[in-house]
């Protein structure tokens, strides 16, 4: 079983920065894959960005390459999710996602991933 508690949304301008983070309880944090979705409000929850237990792959979509960037701190069993250049439409509920034994592959599908936190909010004005 793997726990997982996001932190760092809130409400910022467009053009501004967040960064989030997720802990997750879990003895052996570097076979544990982990990722980032989100949903807006009247969409589908969608993939954001994924990164493997080893930390040496990782895979951010298309449409938010070059402004959001995934890590992770093994030490801690804490990932992170720095997100720069906001527009209204990141506004969404952003969850974590916990796959283990996973050490090589960012998966980016929501089926690879048994393990949510409970999301939170990042909401961008104009």
């Known amino acids: 079983q793997v726990q997982l508690v996001e932190s760092g949304g809130g409400l910022v301008q467009a053009g501004g920065s967040l960064r989030l983070s997720c802990a997750a309880s879990v003895r052996t944090f570097s076979t544990v894959a982990m990722a980032w979705f989100r949903q807006a409000p009247g969409k589908e929850r969608e993939f954001v960005a994924a990164i493997s237990g080893n930390g040496a792959n990782a895979n951010v979509a298309n449409s938010m390459k070059g402004r959001f960037t995934i890590s992770r701190d093994n030490a801690k069993n804490t990932v992170y999710m720095q997100m720069n250049s906001l527009n209204v439409e990141d506004t969404a509920v952003y969850y974590c996602?916990?796959?283990?034994?996973?050490?090589?592959?960012?998966?980016?599908?929501?089926?690879?991933?048994?393990?949510w936190g409970q999301g939170t909010q990042v909401t961008i004005s104009a």
């Open positions: 996602a916990a796959r283990t034994g996973a050490i090589w592959t960012a998966y980016a599908s929501q089926n690879s991933y048994p393990y």
